[in-house]
């Protein structure tokens, strides 16, 4: 198992602004707009750089999603920016007509997803935003690991034409991937080489997913560990290829079981090479109020889970 | 630009045009479009900048229009292929698999005129704002012209777009609200009542003008003038009264005609009403 050095701690929604602040200095089109979230979003680096082109949308996420559609199809690259709850489940016509339909640039940019929002509660910590925004036809989703990837990621998406979801959240949260690795829209990212399970692993799990790599290693197995941060369109050749070679399948996120990436990863491998699976996610239940930690490990999304699903699918092996 | 003493003979080929679409497939929505066929004629043919033989997604350097009441989609194709923008022998694939000309209006397949979906109420609005704005930004001269119904108005995302419009000083935009006080369930008054909207608009911040858009005279009365209220600072509105059903006796002054289509007995009686153009039939 390979070692990751923690290069520092910090929030995935800082790499989002600091992304945002790089792509609009390289491209002229990019425009932004908040819904009154503009500091939770660190949209204020982008703004304070470019007042012209930042527009304060109010509590008016759909009317804001309609504009944000309207620029992108004159010629503008629209980011929006909100919690994910509201950039998601709160305007889901809006976007499924006016972007996704319409085939509409707009990246919709969205924080304080799932259950590490933390003690704002179950009101706040959407669980089922992956699941919509994939159903979307021709919606990318992705959900980055780190405040490096989410920049980079960032970025990324301004030169991709297309509706993009990109979802990313509040804590600080262990800094792994180095500053240099490029981001590409669904190419998955082998992170440690492995032969007796695959973890497939998304957003704030990637790491508990590195964890747990160290914890089964311990115990004398070999877990490949692969940092899908695109959701759709999934690396389906990766997927293939690590099944095929470690024989049993986990998946670790920090969302519904219905409808995330295990959902997508099931489906994949129901159709193509039916393999021994474990889901690491919340299992149709509502979260609560509690610290970040606290609650990955009551709804059993901690790397002590990843580590038990892991054991629980090696076993399942023919 | 069309001389304007042509544009009733246009305005009743586009409502032929629209009765023998519905018909032919035995659904869409009649009432709104020949209400509105007056004033999209008007646009298409008078008062717009468009260039229909080169049409751009974007529509950088020309004037926007965003139809936000979808489902009147036979108006909005008539006015469009009448234009110039695709052939109108095309409307005859109006509703019917493998079409450009979908029940509701969208880019989705290719139609030359139309800039983004619209059906799902309450919408349209906002995107016309975001052409607009990026016209503001591109430093793009042109205006965008957005419609919507009356009935739509009690979707609760078009008081966040006027609200927004007016904060932005939104004022390359001219909308206009089909006021036939009609819905599916029946009159505005009876469903959700929409009352005051001169002075909601003003409350809100818009300018805000009153049209017969059933009546060529008052068109060319209130047109200009709303133009010249374009670059104050605000956004204009037209709050245009119009006939549901207009030009056809039998389908005005209720609602029975929103959304349902004529039969044969009744087309024929209907286009008698509504001579053939020297246009033709498509």
Redesign the interface.
Known sequence: MKSFEILDNKDTRSGFGAGLLEIGKQDPRV?AMCADLTGSLVMNLFKDEFP??F?Q??I?E???????????????I?FTGTFANFSTGRVY??I???IA????NVKICASHAGLTLGEDGATHQILEDIGLMKMLPGMVVINPCDYNQTKAATIAIAKYFGPVYLRFGRPKWPVFITEDTPFVIGKALMLSEGTDVSIFATGHLVWKAIEAGHQLAQKGISAEIINIHTIKPLDVEAVIASAKKTGCVVTAEEHQMNGGLGDSIAQLLARTLPTPLEMVAVNDSFGESGTPDQLLVKYGLDSYDITAAAERAISRKN | MADINTLPEIARQVRRDILRMVHAVNSGHPGGSLGCADYLTALYFHYMVHDASNFT????GED?F?MSNGHISPVFYSALARSGYFPTSELATFRKLNTRLQGHP???EGLPGV??????L??????????????K??GDTHTVYALTGDGELQE??IW??V??AA??KVDNLLVAVDFNQQQIDGSTADVMGITELVSKFRAFGWITLEMDGNDWDDIHRVMPQAQNQLGCEKPVIIIMKTEMGQGVDFMMGSHAWHGKAPNDAQLAEALLQLPVTELGDY
Do not use: C, W
């Open positions: 425009v012209d082109r527009f949308a109010g008016m759909a009317n804001m999603m309609g504009v944000a559609a309207g620029m992108a199809l004159g010629g503008k629209p016509d809006q499924r007509q006016s339909y319409s085939h509409a | 997604p974007h529509g950088n926007v965003v969208t880019t989705h800039r983004v979906a619209t059906g799902s309450g919408q349209g609005l906002s995107v016309a704002i975001g052409f607009a704005m990026q016209k930004l591109d609760g995302q966040e777009a609200m927004f904060h932005n």
